[in-house]
Every structure is written in C-alpha cells, then in structure tokens.
C-alpha cells in the first residue's frame, strides 16, 4: 500500500490530505427548510469520512437565500451557520478526512424557489434557461457585487468555522457558469463578451474570496471542461470549449486558487454529468423520474412538457432520443484508460441475478472517467493540482488515471453512495465493491423528494425494505432535536437532580 499512489499522501499549498479520494459533492435534502443544518447532515459526511475518503467537498452550499438551488439544504449565508458547520467539521476530523466547504449561487438554475424567494430568479442573463423554462434576469452590477461578497463573507465563516478549504461552484450551470458560458451569458457590457469579461465575475470572487481568508487558507475552482450546451436542446449555442476553460482556469491560477476540480456540462443534470443512464422506467416508485420531479412542476415554463415526456412511457423515446443523443457520441470514443477486467468472484451473487458481469464491464468501460482527457490537458496548463470527477470506482482504473498523470486525485459521489466504505475496500486490497453503483441516476432523480441513498434495487438483492432502511440510516442519530453537548449536559445534570429530589 506504501507504493500505492492512491495511499500516497497529496499537498496543495495550503492543504494536506492523506490519500487521492474525494468525496464529490452530493446535495441531499435533509437539514431544515430555513437552510440551518441538522444532525441528519453530520451523519451523512460522518459515512465518507469513516469510509476513508482523504477529503469530503460538500454539496451545494448556498451563499445567499436567493442563491439555493432548493429548500433544505444548509446554507452559509449568514454568522448562525458557523457553529453547525463547526460540528460538521469536526466530525469529519474525528477520521483524519478534511471537509473541504462547497461556495455556491444557483442564479437561474433552481429547481425550487422556497417561499422566501417570490422573484425572478437572478443570472447573467435575461434568457429563460431552456430545458426546464426557469424565468430569469439579468443581474445588475450592483447585484454582482453583493453577491461578489456573498461568497467572500461564505470563505471567512467556513474558516471561521474550522474547516479545511472552500471550493467555488463554478461548473455545472449555477451561476458562475451562467457567466462562463457563452452558450448563455449574452451580456453588453464588462461581464459579457470575449473569455476574460466573461471570466469577470468569477475572478472578482476569487479577489473576494482571498481578500476575506487571506493567502494560507485552500481554496479550489470546480469548473465545467466544456459545456455541451446544446446537449438537450440541439438548437442552443454549445457554449465553452476546452480552450476557454484552460484560460479561465490559467486566469484563476494567477489570482490565486490552489486546485481545479474538473467537471463538464452547463446544465444540472446534463446528459453528460452525472454520466449513465435517465431514470424512467422500473418495477418501484423510486425507479420512475416523474415521480418527482412532478415537485418542480411549478417551478419553469417548461416543466410541464418534461413531465409528460417523463410520465407516459410512449413519449420515452422521444425524450431518451433528445437526452442520449451526445452522449452517444461521446460514448464511442474508447475510454483513455483501461482497469483490471472484472472477475466472477468479485460480484455479489445476488447482484449478478440482475447486473451480468459483462453488464458491469460494459458500465465500466462506458461511464468511468470520462472526463480524464479534459483533465489532462487542463493539467498541462497550470502548475496548481487538479481533481477529475466523473464514474470512478475501480481502484486500478484510478491508480492508472493518477499515475499517468491525467489528475493528481479523484473526486467520487455516486459510486460513494453505493459504497460508502469504498476506500476501505481498495485498502484491503479489492479492485471494485461486490456491489458496485450501476450509474442508474436514481440517486440523483430521487433526491428532489425522498432522502439522498442508493435507489438501486439491484444492489441490495431487489429487496425494496432493505433498500429503503439502508437510505434511512441518515436519520440515524436522529435529527431532531439537534442539542448542543453543552446543553445536553446541563440537561441531563438537570434530570438527575429532579429524579434525586423526586426520591
Ligand atoms: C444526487 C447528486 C447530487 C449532486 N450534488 C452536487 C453538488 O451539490 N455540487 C456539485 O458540484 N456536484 C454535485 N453532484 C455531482 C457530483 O459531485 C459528481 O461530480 C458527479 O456526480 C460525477 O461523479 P460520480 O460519477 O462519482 O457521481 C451531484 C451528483 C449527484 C448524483
Ligand atoms: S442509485 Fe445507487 S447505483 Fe444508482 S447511480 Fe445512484 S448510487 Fe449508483
């Protein structure tokens, strides 16, 4: 294991981290509605930590109110946050793993406004964004440096809070990319236009974000290599190529960040990201996308339409012609890398009564790594790390993708899921989990309404209650009430004094 480069310790600037496995951001919707966390989020980084992951980035972190993708998640929009991110934070630690705070701003891209935001959703632009119909304007240079500072003022509370690093959003078309992509930002004036004014607004953050933590604190960019902006809507403009993002990604280098996280795709979900397939069809509820996201239907002007195309099996087609169509493409361009072939014995039994072994391979082959090339040739051009995410599960695939030098580390969030122990099992020496993540995005679908977990039935034997207690396990310890230790002591002190005097 010594001479294993997935053991081998990696050093940012700022930052040690004891091996080469990120847990990727995951959102899931379980602190409470106004954004303060809750013990529910503890136990779920507390699952990856344990599992041996060097450092979790969290999910989505919204900066301000107006910047939240949905309610439900925990915000870092104001000082009352510090101290739940504090108890996050060190949880993590308890297992030598670094927590590594997520600063994001949906702009347009939100799927549920919650009842504090009755406005139009802010972004880069006045476009309705096209897939799901989110109405939205075009922020104001005054708005641009609230939020400017928004992220600035998250930086300062995630360091104040005791954690290890922060990492802009800036892929996956939440607002940074909203002003990245030429595919959407349509902008006049100094934020719109050629790559450096579209790179504006996100290096006036970086200017922000040191400005508040100083120069000795990890700070790291999660950035879409290319767009694919017409993945859905073939009449879109495809928007950034990889030359565009190697420039950004130089420009950040110079102002300062530590690390790339490389990613694609300028919507979320994007047909490329999270790469595998489009949940419609299954003998469960959970297996089915219309069974939540009919909790977007208000949501965009567009919704309505995709709920039909996802609810009524003969319009599947359609829909499955429209998503598949680059990845199709894309698909058949071999693999850079290559992994041990799976074996027989290294499957569950059970699973293999449903997933075949070439299926497995076939999966493999398919969804793992694909963004390593874009990650190697943004590595070529900064001196900083740089971090691939995108279907890693096998450790002599990622062993190869390291030493070959494509990445420095990987970043992994559904196959985590599956497998929380993941690390654990490449330490004791296994190349794959006997239950490996299918890449079946019911994880994903299944987020918008029902706990984050593996929703692959076939990955606990099709036993439906085993899948769901295993989901449920994130409410273990429970929630509610969430008592500071402190409190909890005078507490408990409080009660046997009451049961001593009741005697
Ligand atoms: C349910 C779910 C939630 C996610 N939430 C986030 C998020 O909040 N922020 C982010 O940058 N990426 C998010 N992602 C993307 C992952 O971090 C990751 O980059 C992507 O899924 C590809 O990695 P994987 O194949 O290991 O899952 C999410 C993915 C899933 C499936
Ligand atoms: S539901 Fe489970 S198997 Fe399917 S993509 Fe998510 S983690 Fe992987």
Not at 167 to 181: P, V
Not at 298 to 317: D, I, Q, V
């Amino acid at each position: 294991m010594e001479n294993d480069i997935i053991f081998q310790r990696l050093e940012f600037r700022n930052l040690t981290i004891k091996n080469r496995i990120f847990r990727s951001n995951i959102s899931g919707r379980f602190d409470n509605y106004d954004g303060s966390g809750n013990q529910a989020r503890i136990n779920w980084e507390e699952k990856f930590a344990r599992g041996g992951v060097g450092a979790i980035v969290t999910s989505f972190v919204p900066v301000t109110i107006k910047g939240r993708i949905v309610p439900n998640y925990a915000t870092i929009h104001c000082d009352d946050r510090i101290p739940f991110w504090h108890k996050v934070g060190e949880k993590v630690h308890e297992y030598g793993c670094k927590l590594i705070m997520q600063l994001s701003h949906s702009g347009r891209q939100q799927d549920i406004q919650g009842v504090e935001n009755d406005y139009i959703r802010q972004s880069s632009t006045n476009q309705t964004e096209s897939f799901h119909g989110f109405e939205c304007r075009a922020m104001t240079a005054d708005e641009i440096k609230q939020v400017v500072q928004a992220f600035g003022k998250g930086a300062k509370r995630a360091k104040d809070a005791g954690l290890d690093g922060v990492e802009l959003h800036g892929a996956n078309g939440y607002l940074i990319t909203q002003f990245l992509s030429s595919g959407i930002n349509d902008r006049t004036d100094g934020y719109g236009g050629s790559i450096e004014n579209r790179a504006r607004f996100l290096l006036e953050i970086v200017e922000s974000v040191r400005q508040e933590v100083g120069n000795n604190f990890h700070f790291q960019v999660k950035i879409s290599a290319e767009d694919f902006n017409n993945a859905v809507i073939p009449w879109e403009k495809s928007g950034n190529k990889l030359e565009d993002t190697i420039k950004v990604c130089q420009l950040i280098e110079e102002a300062g960040v530590d690390a790339i996280h490389v990613s694609v795709g300028s919507l979320f979900p994007h047909p490329l990201n999270p790469a595998g397939k489009f949940p419609l069809e299954g003998k469960y509820a959970t297996d089915k996308a219309c069974n939540t996201y009919d909790t977007m239907l208000s949501s965009g002007t567009l919704t309505f339409r995709n709920y039909l195309l996802f609810r009524y099996p003969a319009l599947h087609k359609i829909f499955e012609w429209l998503w598949y169509r680059i990845p199709r493409k894309v698909y058949q361009q071999p693999n850079p890398v290559q992994g041990l072939p799976i074996k027989e014995a290294e499957l569950h039994p059970d699973f293999r009564k449903y997933v075949s072994l070439e299926e497995v391979q076939h999966l493999l082959e398919t969804y793992q790594g694909r963004n390593l090339e874009y990650a190697r040739e943004i590595k070529k051009n900064v001196k900083i790390p740089v971090i691939c995410t995108g279907g890693f599960q096998q450790a002599s695939y990622i062993r190869k993708a390291i030493s070959e030098g494509f990445c420095d580390a990987v970043s992994i969030a559904r196959p985590l899921v599956a497998n929380n122990d993941l690390v654990k099992l490449f330490e004791q020496g296994k190349d794959i989990p006997e239950c490996p993540c299918t890449y079946c995005n019911r994880c994903l679908l299944n987020t918008l309404e029902n706990p984050l977990g593996c929703y692959e039935p076939a990955r606990y034997g099709d036993d439906y209650d085993a899948m769901i207690s295993e989901v449920m396990t994130v409410f273990n310890p429970p929630p509610f009430p969430f008592i500071e230790p402190s409190t909890q002591k005078v507490m408990s002190e409080a009660s046997e004094v009451s049961e001593a005097s009741n005697e």
